[in-house]
């Protein structure tokens, strides 16, 4: 099975960048999705096919895709960022959705 | 705008089975895939199965191959999920969920219904 590799926690200072990555096998071969997450909420698209941002996302979340490694990117982190991300991908040899465990973003 | 309205909460018995309902309007319903992906309280995100009107194609996720059905009705823009021989471990919310944005061979998930809570408790 496809296995998305994400660090289960990311801390960063408000104003600064928060940078989230999510690993596996030539992923930048697939196209990436990811989500935010915040408590009893249900899951909300940020990014889509890799970089690209639905309507009312703001500019400062982007995304990159290349080799084993995909990345959110957070520009000045403000508290109300803090949620759990989660990235996500096709995988057509299995023909199944994988998600990621998770990364918990906290905010100092 | 796409709306998903899902069916209310449910406790079931352990060995029993579920079907649970979505409402979907604010789209052309054949033109809409429809999943299903649950959360474990405290866990992460798993998708379940699901269909994609555009090319007819059905997919379940290998851990639930043979527990779980999903089916449509387009005359009532209704999706429907079955699960059956619930554990404890089904205990979960979830969620249907549809894409309209990506040009991925298969779609993000735009858009989350409210969620369902099943709770499989003796």
């Known amino acids: 099975s496809y296995v998305l590799t994400q660090p289960p926690s990311v801390s960063v200072a408000p104003g600064k960048t928060a940078r989230i990555t999510c690993g596996a096998n030539n992923i930048g071969l697939k196209s990436v999705h990811w989500y935010q997450q915040k408590p009893g909420q249900a899951p909300v698209l940020v990014v889509y096919d890799d970089s690209d941002r639905p309507s009312g996302i703001p500019e400062r979340f982007s995304g990159s895709n290349s080799g084993n490694t995909a990345t959110l990117t957070i520009d000045e982190v403000e508290a109300g960022d803090e949620a759990d991300y989660f990235c996500q991908v096709w995988d057509v040899d299995t023909t199944s959705y994988v998600f990621a465990t998770g990364t918990k973003v906290t905010v100092l | 705008q796409v709306q998903l309205v899902q069916s209310g909460p449910e406790v079931k018995e352990p060995g029993a089975s579920v079907k649970l309902s979505c409402k979907v309007s604010g789209y052309t319903f054949t033109e809409l895939p429809i999943h299903w992906v649950r959360q474990a309280p405290g866990k992460g995100l798993e998708w379940m199965g699901g269909?994609?009107?555009?090319?007819?194609?059905?997919f379940y996720a290998q851990n639930f191959q043979g527990r779980v059905t999903t089916t449509e009705d387009t005359s009532t823009e209704t999706a429907y999920m079955h699960l059956s021989s619930l554990t404890h471990e089904d205990t979960a919310l979830y969620y249907c969920?549809?894409?309209?944005?990506?040009?991925?061979?298969?779609?993000?998930?735009?858009?989350w219904g409210q969620g369902t809570l099943i709770t499989v408790s003796s």
């Open positions: 269909f994609d009107h555009e090319d007819g194609e059905r």
């Open positions: 969920v549809t894409g309209v944005l990506s040009i991925a061979a298969k779609p993000s998930f735009d858009y």
